[in-house]
């Protein structure tokens, strides 16, 4: 199957920091990237469309300027958290389909778990 | 609104079979998905259903009633790591996946 990775795979950082996770798909090209968030014991929260090449769209309630998303590229796409808070604390995951197969399959990277202080 | 519900926890045995399910109202309907995630982890894919009926995969199986808004994925000859957390997501009328809270099923020798 295709390969998402994200890096890093874990971050601490200071409050009022910014920082940066990136989300690739190391064997295929995926003109659409999913950024998503999950607190513990909770569900995954989708919080934004990474489009190729266009401006992310965001959900409802999530602050396109506090979470910067750039898809520069077909196997790229970066996720940059400004001015984290200890609230922005949470696991933090990317997937990408690679449009081959009929049902569209989103693959995940291994996530990313921001912790901040 | 749109929602997922799948039970919370759930506890089996070794070796024993457990079934987990999935009800769902969203706005449209083009497939429903079954990931598994270990603490930790992201989701790995376990299973797709956009018809109705049983869809077998080695130890796990996932059912579809469209008419009803219910999938059950079950798993049969438990092991131990199949200790995680089942997703259930239903991809609604625009394409996008929403997800149910997730069910943790805990495996007891």
């Known amino acids: 199957g295709a390969v998402v990775s994200q890096h890093p795979s874990w971050v601490i950082c200071k409050s009022g920091t910014s920082v940066k996770i990136e989300c690739r798909s190391l064997d295929f090209q995926a003109t659409t990237m999913f950024w998503y968030r999950q607190f513990p014991k909770q569900s995954l929260m989708l919080m934004a469309t990474?489009?190729?090449?266009?401006?992310?769209?965001?959900e409802q309630g999530v602050e396109k300027d506090k979470f910067l998303i750039n898809h520069a590229s077909l196997t790229l796409s970066t996720l940059t958290v400004t001015s984290a808070h200890p609230e922005d604390s949470s696991f933090y995951i990317c997937?990408?389909?690679?449009?081959?197969?009929?049902?569209?399959?989103?693959?995940f990277g291994p996530g990313t778990r921001l912790t901040v202080l | 609104g749109q929602n997922i519900d799948q039970p919370t926890e759930m506890t089996a045995t070794e070796g024993a079979i457990v079934q987990i399910n999935c009800t769902y109202q969203t706005s449209g309907f083009n497939g429903l998905f079954w990931y598994q995630q270990h603490a930790g982890e992201a989701p790995t894919f376990l299973s797709y259903?956009?018809l109705d009926g049983l869809e077998e995969k080695g130890r796990f199986s996932s059912f579809l009633s469209r008419s009803k808004g219910y999938s059950y994925l079950l798993l049969k000859e438990l092991q131990m790591k199949d200790s995680a957390s089942y997703l259930c997501?239903?991809?609604?009328?625009?394409?996008?996946?929403?997800w149910g809270a997730g069910t943790k099923l805990i495996i007891k020798p």
């Open positions: 259903n956009v």
């Open positions: 990474s489009n190729e090449g266009s401006k992310a769209t965001y």
């Open positions: 997501a239903v991809k609604d009328s625009n394409y996008q996946l929403i």
């Open positions: 997937s990408a389909g690679d449009g081959t197969s009929d049902y569209n399959e989103q693959f």
